[in-house]
């Protein structure tokens, strides 16, 4: 955990060594920004329709072309920020909550709270994820909403597993012991002794999965089980305009890249927090 | 504890959880508003016609005595009847299998065999310019969506260039004359149809490359991981100090050690070819059974989405088992337990 401020300089430090990760916080905060001054940034109504000015290609008045009914693509892909941001950052926190909470207590206090809790986690481990999330977001009746409560169930058993391997290791230590032994509550133990020691690798797996949740949901939206047309979320662009792709290859590629972008972004990010936060897997995934 | 008993009990397991498995899917497909009823009846059904075929489909049974109904057909390996297509659903996955395990099965191999190879190389040459190359690879790798670049596949090679097809499983002017496997380059082989297995091959590069893609990524990198900690143990500097071939040492004597960790990603990476072909298969008109899936839960085709994920379950489950089996393979010295 970074405590003391000489400590923070020499994370500061560390960071600025690592330009990919300097990189992917630039592209996080840039698209960030692009997505809270949605309204002010985008020239069009991302839903107004003008099927005269169908499948232009980009110019000065529409940067990135307009689509198959005449709507502005840059200002659609704009908005697209919001939604994909919003999806993401949605999915990867509440099911993190859910599923470290549901860790927490599972490792904490063992026994048959922990086998009911892990043997459910086996259970939603037993399907590959994006064919569940299909399957629930179908049955629900496709939506944004329900693509993310979809992919937040079969997101949130990653995080009890991660939250109860570290709680197994942090019980057994002496200054949980100790508090133990001087009086102090199960809730107080959980949450002020054991949970902030837990909660880097957690942060770290949350920033990656921001990035593969818009991925997910993405997919979904172009698979047809997500977001529906005319919502502008990136993956149903890219969805609409795949029979395009033929004589208008802007038309598919500009919220495909966006995607890219997004996603890389975010994965950076959390390989560079991956190696600060936890020293231990240092060299795993980037370079040591 | 010997490999036979081990396998027992996992298989055991197994059975739990695929029944729990089971009851989620049920349970998560018959709470929901949804009626399949209404959807198959189309919008001008009168009240009558949808009441029948609620009676038909069993959706007039109380939900656990509907339940209890649908396991004792599972056991007996009846998956119900497709609303939508009207046939058995077990007779339509195993239709449609062979081509997505085809699908799959060479994909793992091409994603295996480059995302070692891969591996070691920028492990050999650390923070050389293959090392370098392959990183920014393998990040664009697992950050690209699968959907674009199969389109941008698609155009290049078969819009473009006119070098690949751009769909399907075989061209329409050759035909597998006799389905003996349903594996498409079996078949020919075993029939001798070489005109036939050309085209098969031809018309897999394109939905193999999309499909592995973001996987020799994560292959790649794990591997890479692996190797550098196992090259900077002692016994790997003995046996290049006392002089052995360095290819020698790094393809044998590291590489074997190294694969241990990189073999639990294996039946991880499985699941994921597994999900990819989702979208594979719709880009590639690919007749597999993610493309199945697809369609059936357009539909809501309960007793076929029940059907695949459940068999995409044991599919998934089996990896698994298979994968820790192999641990004991390549390492003798991990016990089973």
Request: aromatic residues 12%; negative net charge.
């Given at each position: 955990m970074i405590s003391t401020i000489p400590q923070l300089f020499k994370t500061f430090q560390w960071l600025v060594q690592r330009p990919l990760f300097l990189v992917g916080g630039a592209t996080v905060v840039t698209i960030s920004v692009i997505a809270v001054l949605a309204?002010?940034?985008a020239p069009y109504d991302p839903l107004k329709i003008d099927v005269i000015k169908r499948l232009q290609p980009?110019?000065?008045?529409?940067?990135?072309g307009t689509d198959h009914l005449g709507r502005d693509l840059f200002s659609r892909v704009i908005f697209g920020a919001r939604i994909s941001l919003m999806v993401g950052v949605t999915i990867a926190f509440t099911s993190s909550a859910l599923g470290g909470a549901l860790g927490l207590l599972a490792g904490y206090f063992g026994k048959w709270l922990d086998n009911i809790i892990m043997r459910i986690c086996d259970m939603f481990f037993a399907f590959p994820p994006l064919i569940l999330a299909m399957a629930i977001a179908a049955s629900l009746g496709p939506s944004l909403q329900n693509t993310m409560l979809a992919l937040v169930i079969v997101w949130w058993p990653r995080y009890a597993r991660l939250?109860?391997?570290q709680v197994l290791v942090l019980r057994e230590l002496?200054?949980?012991q100790a508090a133990k032994a001087s009086g102090a509550g199960h809730l107080r133990i959980m949450l002020k002794h054991v949970l902030p020691n837990a909660f880097s690798p957690i942060?770290?797996?949350v920033t990656l999965d921001i990035g593969q949740a818009i991925l997910m949901a993405a997919s979904l939206g172009f698979l047809g089980f997500g977001a529906q047309p005319p919502t502008p979320e990136w993956g149903v662009i890219a969805s609409e305009a795949r029979i395009y792709m033929r004589d208008q290859w802007w038309y598919p590629t500009f919220p495909s890249v966006m995607i890219l972008l997004t996603v890389l972004g975010f994965n950076l990010v959390g390989d560079g927090l991956r190696d600060?936060?936890?020293?231990r897997q240092r060299g795993r995934l980037s370079k040591s | 504890m010997s490999i036979f008993s081990f396998i027992v009990r996992r298989l055991t397991f197994q059975l739990f959880v695929l029944f729990g498995v089971l009851t989620i899917t049920f349970f998560i497909s018959h709470i929901i508003p949804g009626?399949?009823?209404?959807l198959l009846a189309g919008p001008k059904a009168s009240p009558e016609i949808i009441a029948k075929l609620r009676k038909d489909l069993g959706l007039d049974?109380?939900?656990?005595?509907?339940?209890?109904i649908y396991v004792s057909h599972v056991a007996r390996g009846d998956l119900g009847t497709s609303v939508f297509t009207r046939r058995s659903v077990a007779q339509d996955i195993v239709e449609r299998f062979p081509a997505t395990f085809e699908l799959v099965t060479v994909a793992m191999f091409v994603a295996s065999l480059l995302g070692i190879l891969g591996g070691v190389l920028s492990a050999v040459y650390k923070d050389r310019w293959v090392d370098h190359l392959f990183r920014l690879l393998g990040i664009a790798g697992s950050s690209m969506p699968i959907f674009w670049f199969g389109l941008i596949m698609i155009y290049l090679f078969y819009t473009r260039l006119g070098w690949l097809p751009g769909g399907g499983r075989i061209s329409m002017y050759t035909s597998i004359s006799q389905k003996i496997t349903g594996l498409y380059l079996v078949d020919a082989l075993l029939t001798g149809d070489f005109a036939a297995f050309k085209s098969a091959i031809l018309h897999l590069i394109l939905p193999v490359i999309v499909l592995s893609f973001a996987t020799v990524s994560s292959i790649l990198r794990l591997v890479r991981a692996c190797m550098l900690e196992v090259l900077s143990q002692d016994y790997i500097r003995v046996a290049l100090a006392k002089g052995l071939h360095e290819r020698r040492v790094v393809f044998i004597h590291a590489l074997r050690n190294a694969l241990i960790p990189a073999l639990t990603v294996l039946g991880v990476t499985y699941a994921e070819l597994l999900q990819g072909a989702v979208i594979t298969e719709s880009l590639f008109a690919w007749p597999g059974m993610a493309r199945y899936a697809v369609s059936s839960m357009t539909y809501l085709d309960y007793p076929a989405i029940m059907g695949l994920t459940l068999i995409s379950a044991v599919v998934y489950t089996f990896m698994n088992l298979v994968v820790d089996i192999l641990y004991g393979v390549i390492d003798p010295r991990i016990r089973y337990d």
């Open positions: 309204p002010i940034i980009p110019s000065l008045q529409h940067f990135m939250a109860r391997s002496d200054y949980v942060l770290v797996q600060v936060l936890d020293p | 009626d399949p009823a209404l049974q109380p939900l656990f005595r509907q339940f209890v």
